[in-house]
């Protein structure tokens, strides 16, 4: 299963907004469609969204306006306005020439994906191995494959992953939702704690490695992903665990100089006062919901791409 793909000319996606209680393939065929499903994280992931970006470049017929309402739709994954630049840099050519561009940033993608998996499970020492992840870095954060759970799927096909202990991820649930789903798919032994846990259970001598996805990586290594990422690093710094980033290159923004010049998502207070449409505050709680948070290069023990592994 692809998580984004071009298909019968339109963007097809699985609407991950329904997973894990249905999975529905969405086509979408104009940008406004495609920005809808950004926005509302039908499609989501800094890998998918960089596909999302080059595909929809397709659908934009190089209209300007649509192609910067594009680009703008999340401000944090750096992967979104490079997919769509990666396009958009053929547009002089004609449409073939942007479309051939943007299915080669999706066949990349599934290449660097597999890439990660293998390098990433080079690096990690240990025959059974319990890790820790948070928010979604499966193949629904990508193509086919994904970053840190690519990593994870590596393992387990090399009979070296004992556990994989994921945080649920509020307030959207990416773990709950997504990655226990992928998991069960993988049949990879996995257990679902809360955010909160996370850091006790690295105390506690529960992890052998923390694996995560990202969204942007500044030039000094300054990581930027799910909020809830940054207490890992502390609590992994403290108990002498990796923590490490699994991204693709398209990732690494060198012209971000370091982490506190990252954009960081605000997604408003509904998410956080209601879970999936049930309210769980009461009306009238006001609210903060930053969607990422930076974790800072220090605290990062390898970042892990399709082409190299960088110690910051
Ligand atoms: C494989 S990187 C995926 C990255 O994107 C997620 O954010 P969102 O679900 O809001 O798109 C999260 O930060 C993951 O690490």
Redesign the pocket.
């Known amino acids: 299963m692809r998580t984004i793909d071009w298909v019968d000319g339109g963007v097809e996606l699985v609407d991950q907004t329904l997973l894990p209680d249905k999975c529905v393939m969405l086509r979408v065929h104009t940008v406004d469609d495609l920005v809808d499903a950004v926005r509302r ?1 039908a499609v ?4 998918a969204l960089g596909v999302a970006g080059a595909l929809g470049v397709v659908l934009s017929g190089g209209d300007p306006g649509q192609i910067a309402r594009l680009r703008a739709a999340r401000p944090t ?1 750096v992967n979104l306005a490079w997919g769509v630049d990666r396009a958009a840099a053929h547009l002089h050519e004609g449409r073939e020439a942007v479309l051939a561009a943007a299915l080669r940033v999706r066949d990349d993608d599934i290449a660097a994906c597999r890439a990660m998996g293998e390098r990433g499970a080079g690096l990690l020492e240990g025959d059974r191995l319990r890790i820790m992840t948070v ?3 499966g193949g629904l ?2 193509v086919e494959r ?3 759970l690519g990593v994870v799927q590596t393992l387990h096909e090399r009979g070296r992953l004992a556990e994989v202990l994921a945080l649920e991820t509020r307030p959207l649930l ?1 773990g709950a939702r997504l990655t226990t789903w992928e998991l069960a798919r993988m049949d990879a032994p996995h257990r679902l704690i809360a955010d909160s846990a996370g850091p006790y259970l690295l105390a506690k001598g529960e992890v052998d490695a923390v694996l ?4 942007r990586i500044a030039a000094n290594g300054d990581t930027a ?2 909020i809830g990422s940054y207490a890992l690093a502390l609590g992994a710094e403290r108990a002498g665990v990796p923590f490490v980033v699994v ?1 693709p290159e398209s990732t690494i923004d060198e012209n971000t100089p370091s982490g506190e010049h990252i954009e960081i998502e605000d997604r408003g207070p509904d998410e956080i006062v209601s879970i999936r449409g049930v309210r769980v505050a009461p009306e009238g709680t006001r609210a903060l919901n930053p ?2 948070d930076v974790t800072p290069h220090d605290l990062i023990s390898a970042i892990v791409t399709e082409e190299r592994v960088i110690r910051p």
């Open positions: 994280l989501r992931g800094a890998p994954a928010c979604n870095t954060a990508a994904g970053t840190a990416q995560i996805g990202a969204d992903n799910k991204a969607a990422f």
